[in-house]
């Protein structure tokens, strides 16, 4: 099975080299590796051209989703994942994928564990969910980045291209898809470093749980609206949820019905 590697990339010559190595260093070595660039100003091209095994175009888009979606229209692998220009892989990590997909071959998706590294310190994220429903009402831990799950070509050709105008949650538009229509695979191994860079998005959104809400009440409205009224109570309710005045007349309303 081919892996298809795909990195969008803006600005990124401090730290894209030791993705693109990352990957050069696999010991399953049936992959190919595409990086969109969003046209940089800084020495991210020059880099790239001391890898002659990559193939790469730099040219304007409309964003991270944009460079995502054309960087898949180019690649023939059997099997897809992204790479952040500023995270990495860890040896074995296609080695591992490839070998969950061959254990279980029903499997469309595989979730693996990662290493957070913020302020020089690395943190372990490993209760990731798999499960649709969990995300739907934001339960559970996120996969809180891509390099941490690989999937068939069928998934994203499925799912359709990200939505050009989400810069933020295009993942997690994505998972509750693929999770929805495919079956995924939990594996306990660690597959990479998601690095929290200064400026990266990561960093620096704020209110993640108000922008993912509305892609989970669409979702349910959309694929299961038997569900809906019962995932916009979750959500109401959620600890996370900053609405006090709704919480305040949900809680009344049970003290109420309660009597």
């Known amino acids: 099975m081919k892996i298809s590697v795909l990195t969008p990339s803006f600005n990124s010559g401090n730290y894209i080299a030791k993705a693109i190595e990352s990957v050069m260093r696999q010991t399953y070595t049936n992959w190919e590796h595409i990086i969109v660039d969003g046209k940089s100003i800084d020495n991210t091209i020059s880099t790239l051209k001391d890898y002659p095994h990559v193939k790469w175009v730099s040219e304007k888009d409309s964003g991270q989703s944009d460079a995502m979606n054309k960087a898949f229209s180019l690649s023939t692998g059997d099997l897809i994942i992204y790479l952040n220009a500023d995270d990495y892989f860890y040896p074995d990590a296609f080695q591992i994928f490839v070998g969950a997909f061959n254990k279980t071959p029903k499997a469309d998706i595989i979730v693996g564990n990662l290493h957070m590294k913020i302020n020089d310190k690395f943190i372990e994220s490993s209760n990731v969910t798999i499960s649709w429903k969990d995300l739907s009402i934001l339960k559970g831990r996120f996969p809180t980045n891509p390099l941490s799950y690989m999937y068939k070509r069928k998934v994203q050709e499925k799912i359709g291209k990200f939505p050009i105008k989400e810069h933020y949650t295009m993942d997690y538009w994505f998972l509750l898809r693929a999770f929805y229509f495919f079956k995924p695979l939990k594996v306990e191994d660690f597959l990479g470093c998601f690095v929290f860079v200064k400026n990266n998005k990561s960093s620096t959104i704020q209110g993640e749980f108000q922008i993912q809400m509305p892609h989970a009440l669409k ?27 709704v919480k305040r007349i949900l809680k009344n309303y049970r003290t109420i019905k309660n009597r």
């Open 219 to 245: 979702f349910c409205l959309k694929y299961t609206p038997k569900r809906f009224l019962y995932v916009s109570k979750q959500l109401l309710t959620h600890a996370k949820n900053p609405n006090k005045q």
